[in-house]
């Protein structure tokens, strides 16, 4: 398969703009995909914080199995705050705000101890189609009020209001680390990694082939996969939802766009693509 790259020039602007907005800030919620939560995570983030609180979000916990709550856990022994969460459901709000105020409390305590009273701000930050924005709304609410703005290096930053917190109303995007092949193409299967850019097909047999080791009832139920290579597999899918061109071949490109969409909402099952091992090699624990 091929690899999966990133364009430097745009690895270094990235990287540049966010070491400029948590600067602004007290604190970073780094948002995580709580279905690859080691694959989401760039090891980049600890030389951009210089030892501000990170609070760890794993979101989308709603299409998450209990693969998400080990890392939660491992995550905790390994000293860090984190916390599964599904931004795009209201009742998410208590637990993500009460794990904000976990992570500052010490940073309270010293303000307050010189009087000093004012809202700490927080970057919401993280690769690729996490749910940075739905975290914001989630935080904003109803009222997106603008509290002010700080002069930033290169333009006027606008800041929200979240309770005793504000946000930066836009979020840190950050290039997906790329280091791991194996943690890059489960991006691709989640959608971080632009589509555009990647051989659908070749994404399809090895999701296929990771899903046949850690979900094989989820394949044989929805396309009655019963085993086989990955080419075998890709071929049941294609008879099983009539993907099938004239003179009998399988229409592989439709396949792999329905594989692809089936895992991405959710209609395969909750999952979690990564393992304690993976949080290791990613350096989350
Ligand atoms: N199922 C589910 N989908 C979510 C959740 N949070 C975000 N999404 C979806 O994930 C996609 C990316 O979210 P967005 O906030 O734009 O991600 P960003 O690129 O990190 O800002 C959108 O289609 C959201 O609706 C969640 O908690 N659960
Ligand atoms: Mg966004």
């Not at 760890?56 to 299409?63: R, W």
Request: glycine share 10%.
């Amino acid at each position: 398969m091929k690899t999966i790259q990133w364009f430097p020039g745009h690895m270094a602007k990235a990287v540049r703009m966010m070491e400029e907005n948590v600067k602004l800030c007290d604190a970073v919620v780094f948002v995580l995909d709580a279905r690859a939560p080691a694959s989401s995570y760039n090891a980049r983030l600890a030389d951009m914080v210089g030892g501000k609180p990170v609070l760890f979000v794993l979101n989308k916990g709603d299409l998450a199995d209990g693969g998400a709550d080990m890392a939660v856990t491992k995550m905790a022994q390994a000293g860090r705050t984190a916390v599964r969460i599904a931004a795009a459901q209201p009742a998410s709000l208590r637990p993500l705000t009460a794990a904000m105020e976990l992570v500052t409390a010490q940073k309270r305590a010293r303000l307050a101890e010189r009087g000093v009273k004012k809202p700490l701000r927080f970057l919401v930050a993280g690769i690729p189609n996490t749910g940075k924005s739905t975290v914001i709304n989630l935080l904003a609410g109803g009222r997106k009020a603008q509290v002010g703005d700080k002069a930033g290096v290169t333009r006027a930053k606008q800041w929200v209001r979240c309770g005793a917190f504000e946000l930066l109303d836009t979020p840190g995007t950050m290039p997906p680390s790329v280091a791991d092949q194996g943690m890059a193409r489960r991006l691709a299967y989640l959608g971080s990694i632009n589509d555009e850019i990647l051989d659908k097909e070749e994404i399809a047999l090895a999701l296929l082939e990771e899903l046949w080791e850690k979900y094989p009832a989820a394949l044989s139920a929805r396309y009655a996969i019963e085993g086989g290579t990955p080419l075998e597999m890709y071929e049941a899918l294609c008879r099983k939802r009539a993907f099938m061109l004239k003179g009998g071949e399988c229409d592989y490109a439709r396949g792999a766009v329905a594989l692809l969409d089936d895992l991405r909402k959710g209609r395969l099952g909750r999952i979690c693509l990564d393992g304690a091992e993976d949080l290791k090699k990613a350096g989350l624990v």
